[in-house]
């Protein structure tokens, strides 16, 4: 997983902060001198310390984000078409929610990494029958961070499963799709990456 070097990450969020401060400075004092007060630069720092926290939300977001391979169309109408290969069984997991569009959800299947989630996106994975355990969290740089969510499941050959992510306050949410035919008409029109292929995916 490439990352931004903190001392870049640090530098470029101290820079936004010192640019929305500079405008807000820019704007106070047009104002200051239109109505023949004092300008008080102090006042126009604090208003770009918001900006400050949000470049470093932002950043540590992106830069937490790995290059992830965009599935052909072929590939997203077969994972969708609730028809899986001979003897196989497709797991979809897809992504919702507003809150923290710019920290991507890391994914494993028995342990074996898949990919991360962006907002809006969703992977499938072709598994051999039998009991298997998605999770989900937020890494960084290898390790979870806080406790991710898993579940057990147990899928037949022929079946198709899925299951929604989100982020929200409390951290990363993981829960089987109620109706997965709906579940499936809803990505019809989202965008599918590549997962990479689970050691358990082998017959």
Do not use: C
Not at 70 to 84: E, I, N, R, V
């Amino acid at each position: 997983m490439k990352t931004l070097p903190p001392a870049i990450k640090i530098a470029l969020s101290v820079l936004a902060g010192l640019v929305a401060a500079k405008l807000f400075g820019i704007l106070d004092a047009s104002l200051d001198a239109a109505n023949g007060q004092p300008h008080e630069a102090g006042w126009s720092i604090g208003l770009g310390l918001p900006f400050f926290w949000l470049a470093m939300y932002l950043l540590g977001g992106f830069s937490q984000i790995r290059a992830m391979g965009t599935a052909d169309a072929g590939a997203k109408q077969a994972a969708l078409s609730l028809k899986p290969p001979s003897g196989r069984a497709v797991v979809i997991v897809y992504r919702e929610g507003w809150i923290g569009q710019t920290n991507p959800i890391d994914l494993t299947v028995d342990g074996d990494p898949l990919g991360q989630l962006s907002f809006s996106h969703f992977m499938a994975m072709e598994l051999a029958p039998g009991e298997h355990r998605v999770m989900a969290g937020i890494a960084r740089n290898g390790r979870w961070i806080g406790q991710p969510q898993q579940a057990g499941f147990q899928i037949a050959a022929g079946r198709t499963l899925a299951f929604r992510v989100a982020l929200g306050f409390r951290g990363v949410t993981l829960a089987p799709a109620a109706d997965v035919e709906a579940a499936v008409r809803k990505l019809a029109g989202r965008t599918m990456v590549s997962a990479s292929a689970p050691s358990t995916a082998a017959a």
